[in-house]
């Protein structure tokens, strides 16, 4: 026994040795880069520095200093030919962190491979019950938690992770838009944020924390808009007290396209480009990100800034923390390395990447309704199906397909609903096609054929819902109907009595009543990608479960806006706090989605029920699938701080996690509850942890009736 403890001992000083050599090493390279880069820049010019300081700058030939190539990637790579998946809101729904990180590790392989370096993604805005707002499509949800793990996630995936990190297999991650951008009134992209600094900090700052922290994201993108007055991109508060003094963020802010510029255009608050140049100077916006590189919209160069430089050397001292950060990023991708490198002209996919693509679409779609178990549909007792709907066929636009949400170039192929389920049903099953209406159009001259078809057919598929001619960056909107007449469409279909699937493609919530309360099957499949009609057929006919649930609230009404789970105590139970003549619950809520099986939950119980304030417990729930298929649930946890100093939610997503069931199995899943889920904001606006009773809530959706609860006190 002695022999063992020594050898036991021995083996963890050998293991404490190779961290401290790993930990050394790292920061010898760290050290090696600020000597090169500080070498490197007294070499240059007033002019090459500020040749650095823009996106995509070219090589310079005299101090071998290599181009940073860029790229969007949001739901892959924004180039043609390139490998299309579902766009973020769908992979939201998938609440499986794992999953996403999975994905972009592969599309940073995709881009490398296209000698891309540098990608603005991915998307941390909290869509906060506004679905007005064109960018809905562009966010993980709604909750600052569930977007923080996919954030990390899709970070983690496309950096990569120690020695991994920005090697030749990873890129640098740009998280945007810092912060709080769809904070408006109106729903509109760029609008003024006028908000507390409690909701900042409780709402829309952690993804942006746990980004810098945890995923150590390369680089940071201002928002458009102001923050209480102050643009973001001259907000020194918002971008050198908190982002960089309290987060500790060390990497280089490029600028959102053309926002240096907007200091005087737009904001009013530079007089000329050249104050507007030296406003984010100071600032510390490092990159100058103009698309298209127009000299009319380009703020960092000789043109605007020279003379003013070398009238005010004080100002050199910005340029050089500025071009500091972006040649240390350069070094740190090993571009001085391989910038003679010979790259494919254009990407490539892979079979690898396109599985991976219907893998991510198979499990985004989220099932709303299923009255009467009428999916999945069987192929052996159905002779016909009509694929009806403006969304059933895919139209290409300018080169584009329009049902792949925005930041998307033309993949490889694209698979519409329609294609996916003739694949699927073969030659045994007749598939009756009618558009009946197009998505922007209020003609009803297709409804007779539409009409037709269901009449001819078992059942109907009904595709309806939006694309970026409705919903994308700049397409926002003032109501949430139903685009055009497809409203009128679903009444007409639906009066032929034929049993009807409606399957949702779109971007955004939308405010589906008739949709919700006459038709008896619903599949939200948001833009599932360039599979996304073998992933949609898959569904339908039971291949997959469909296991995904809701990241946004779904509306009944504008008027109901912003509509979100995210509520604070109100006078419900007192006769106020409702709406005089509707309901007040939202359509569909946050977590929401079912299952073709059907799953039981066991009675929550605590590791232990009273901890300190730094302590922790678990939360543990048995989950069993009392059905008859294999599924997917997502257990998630809620934590309300019964009674506090401030204001709070009445409840808080803290913890999910997604797990695979089988027919009468029974899985447990256990959550972590520490300081971190239990922390608030006090009046002082510390982050502290007050004792008294917390509700523990776990469950399956948002909803009061799908969570149980336990009481958890700290001491």
């Not at 280089?252 to 000329?272: P, Q, V």
């Amino acid at each position: 026994m002695k022999i063992n403890k020594e050898i036991k001992t021995l083996v963890l000083t050998l293991i404490s040795l190779l961290g401290a050599v790993t930990v050394l090493q790292a920061q010898e390279s760290d050290v090696a880069i600020e000597n090169k880069v500080k070498a490197l820049l007294e070499q240059m010019t007033l002019e090459e520095k500020i040749v650095q300081m823009t996106q995509d700058a070219p090589v310079n030939e005299r101090l071998g200093i290599p181009r940073m190539t860029y790229s969007e990637c949001l739901h892959g790579l924004w180039l043609d030919g390139a490998t299309n998946y579902p766009q973020a809101i769908a992979l939201g729904s998938t609440w499986e962190p794992s999953l996403i990180k999975e994905m972009t590790t592969i599309i940073a392989k995709e881009a490398r491979a296209a000698n891309l370096t540098h990608c603005y993604s991915p998307n941390l805005d909290i869509i906060a019950g506004d679905p007005r707002y064109g960018r809905v499509e562009e966010s993980y949800g709604e909750d600052p938690y569930l977007v923080s793990r996919m954030g990390v996630a899709f970070i983690q995936g496309l950096q990569g992770m120690g020695e991994e990190q920005f090697d030749e297999n990873h890129i640098m991650a740009t998280a945007k838009h810092y912060v709080g951008y769809p904070e408006n009134r109106r729903g509109i992209n760029g609008g003024f944020s006028d908000m507390s600094e409690r909701r900042l900090r409780e709402i829309y700052l952690p993804p942006f924390e746990a980004a810098v922290k945890e995923a150590q994201v390369a680089s940071v993108m201002p928002g458009h808009q102001d923050f209480n007055g102050v643009p973001c991109h001259m907000n020194t508060w918002l971008i050198q007290d908190i982002l960089r003094g309290e987060l500790g963020f060390k990497g280089f802010l490029i600028s959102d396209n053309n926002d240096i510029l907007r200091l005087h255009t737009m904001h009013h608050i530079a007089k000329n480009k050249t104050e507007a140049a030296v406003l984010g100077l100071k600032t510390g916006v490092d990159m100058d990100l103009v698309i298209g590189k127009s000299p009319d919209f380009t703020s960092y160069s000789a043109e605007v800034l020279l003379d003013t430089l070398q009238k005010d050397p004080e100002l050199v001292k910005y340029v050089d923390a500025n071009v500091t950060r972006i040649l240390t990023a350069k070094y740190k991708l090993g571009l001085f390395e391989t910038m003679d490198k010979t790259y494919a002209e254009a990407p490539v996919t892979t079979p690898e990447s396109e599985e991976m693509a219907l893998k991510v679409a198979q499990k985004a779609m989220v099932l709303l309704k299923n009255e009467n178990q009428l999916l999945p549909l069987d192929k052996k007792k159905i002779k016909s199906i009509a694929v009806i709907g403006p969304n059933a066929k895919e139209t290409i636009r300018g080169g584009k397909v329009t049902q792949l949400g925005g930041y998307s170039g033309m993949p490889p192929y694209y698979t519409s609903v329609y294609e996916g389920i003739v694949a699927k049903v073969g030659e045994k099953v007749k598939v009756n096609y009618a558009q009946g209406c197009e998505l922007t159009s209020v003609s009803k001259d297709g409804f007779d054929e539409a009409i037709a078809a269901a009449e001819a057919s078992d059942v109907v598929v009904l595709a309806i819902g939006g694309s970026t001619r409705t919903c994308a960056e700049g397409g926002d909107r003032s109501e949430l109907d139903l685009f055009g007449v497809q409203n009128e469409l679903v009444e007409a279909i639906h009066k032929t009595g034929k049993p009807i699937v409606a399957v949702l493609v779109n971007g955004r919530p939308l405010t589906i009543n008739y949709v919700a309360e006459n038709i008896p099957a619903i599949l939200e499949t948001w833009y599932l990608g360039m599979r996304a009609g073998e992933a949609i057929a898959d569904a339908l006919f039971g291949d997959v479960n469909p296991g995904g649930k809701l990241t946004v609230s779904f509306p009944r009404s504008v008027g109901q806006l912003p509509v979100t789970y995210l509520l604070r105590p109100d006078f419900v139970g007192s006769g106020k706090g409702l709406y005089r003549f509707s309901d007040k619950s939202p359509l569909f809520p946050f977590g929401y989605g079912l299952s073709y099986t059907s799953f039981e939950y066991g009675k929550p119980a605590l590791e232990t029920a009273s901890i300190s304030a730094d302590g922790s417990t678990k939360v543990s729930v048995a989950v069993t699938n009392t059905g008859q298929y294999t599924g997917d649930e997502i257990v998630q946890m809620y934590v309300r701080d019964d009674y506090a100093s401030v204001g709070r939610y009445n409840m808080m997503l803290k913890g999910f996690e997604r797990i695979s069931l089988k027919p009468g199995e029974t899985k447990t899943v256990s959550f972590k509850i520490d300081r971190k889920d239990l922390a608030l904001y006090n009046q002082a606006m510390e982050k502290v942890v007050e004792p008294g009773t917390f509700t523990i809530k776990v469950g399956a959706s948002s909803r009061e009736e799908d969570l149980q609860n336990i009481t958890l006190t700290v001491k």
